[in-house]
């Protein structure tokens, strides 16, 4: 049920259902027209073969001896066209047909002809039908008239419907059926062929969230589908034209600011009130925290530079021993036992923010690795207080704190979180926090299959 539900809300469902509606419905009225144009050709058909055929046998009847007459029309007098001597001559008239009205004109001056109210018997049988998509009644010409010869005589003339039937194993369905399979078929491979370009543009852009530098879409197609890919690739060289840009300046404002910080820092050695030089010297530090933090989220954003094979055990306990020499509090548990794909600066930068943000907020880090399915799971636990349920999605937005203190020792700068998490979604990694059962706050680093090496 869930892939059909699927199916027909992707485009791919909504268009073929949208070609095999109106080709159905296309289907259906030919098929109505057919059958209404069918039905209008036959009974003609039928009105002038019974037309025809009383003619003959009227006329050919007159010829015949009025003592032999009974016995040719005996004879004569089979199938749908029936004409006997009349029992009672005083019947019912009935007004003119469309039937008696062509037979007298095709009979001469000499005949009579005058319809009867009386209708025979196979005139109340269910008419035949024709179709599949929409029976038709198949009625034709039936009803009963009077014909005075030309030497007075009075003959019935009776019109029955007919008694063919279709040919034995005549069966719609043999041909509507397939025809159905047929069309559905073509349906589908129509829309693949007009949803395949669609699926490619989404997948690049998917991909190209992932990856920036990826390569540029091949122009091939119809003239719009190359039209879009075109618009696409120039797109992408765009964004990462701004993207080069944008890191390009804060590296410039970056290295432009620090020696006149580096000159203002020499200067505050010099302050006389060791009070006020302890404050100022605070300050510039804070600032020169967020400069290069404010450079390490550019960096996170930029998806350029080498993939490598990384062993994730040793990268772990590289960073966790360069905490505990830090004088922090780290203990770490577990082995992972696999490789990464990745750049190994930026998941070393990941991992030091999780940990620093643990021991800052938690006094110690509890890192445990453990191997799933294809993935490795890293967990960086903190013995704090934790985080309200409803702003454990907001640390992850820029310079968003906590604390409100400007103080880096309490409140730090807002970016390490985002920075880290950035990082794990370029190397195709989640990234989530969760309060502790036995309190304090949870990192939950995931890292996939597709970047584990075998």
Known sequence: ??????????????????????????????????????????????????????????????????????????????????????????????????????????????????????????????????????????????????IVMT?????????????????????EYAVFVPFLLCIAVLAYLVTRMVVRPMRQLAQAAKDLGNDINRPPLTLAGAAEIRQASAAFNAMQARIRQYIAQRTEMLAAITHDLQTPLTRLRLRLEKVNDADLQQKLIGDLSAMQQMIREGLDLARSMDKGGTMQKLDLDAL???????????????????????????????????????????????????????????????????????????QLGRVFEPFFRLETSRSRASGGTGLGLTIARNIAEQHGATLSLANGEGGGLEAVLTLPEFYAGK
């Open 316 to 390: 772990l306990d590289s960073v966790c021993a360069d905490a505990i020499d830090a004088g922090q509090s780290v203990e770490l548990k577990g082995r992972a036992g696999m490789a990464l794909l990745g750049r190994p600066l930026d998941v070393q930068r990941c991992l030091v923010n999780l940990i620093d943000n643990a021991v800052k907020y938690g006094q110690k880090a509890h890192v445990t690795v453990e191997r799933l399915a294809g993935a490795a799971r890293i967990r960086i636990r903190d013995e704090g207080p934790g985080i309200p349920a409803d």
């Open 151 to 171: 030497d007075g005589q009075v003959l019935k003339l009776s019109v029955l419907p007919s008694r063919s039937a279709p040919p034995p194993g005549h069966n």
């Open 1 to 146: 049920m869930n892939t059909f539900k699927t199916f027909v809300t992707s485009m791919t469902g909504r268009v073929f259902l949208v070609l095999m509606i109106g080709i159905v419905a296309s289907a259906t009225l030919t098929q109505w027209l057919a059958v209404n144009e069918r039905q209008r050709t036959l009974e003609r058909y039928r009105l002038f073969h019974v037309l025809e055929r009383a003619e003959q046998i009227i006329e050919t009847a007159d010829v015949v001896r009025p003592e032999s007459r009974a016995q040719y029309l005996a004879v004569a007098s089979k199938g749908s066209v029936q004409l006997q001597i009349a029992a009672d001559a005083n019947d019912a008239a009935h007004p003119a047909t469309e039937f008696t009205t062509a037979l007298v004109g095709r009979l001469p001056a000499d005949f009579k002809v005058l319809p009867l109210a009386e209708r025979p018997e196979q005139c109340n049988q269910p008419p035949r039908q024709i179709g599949l998509l929409r029976p038709v009644q198949l009625r034709g010409v039936c009803e009963s008239a009077k």
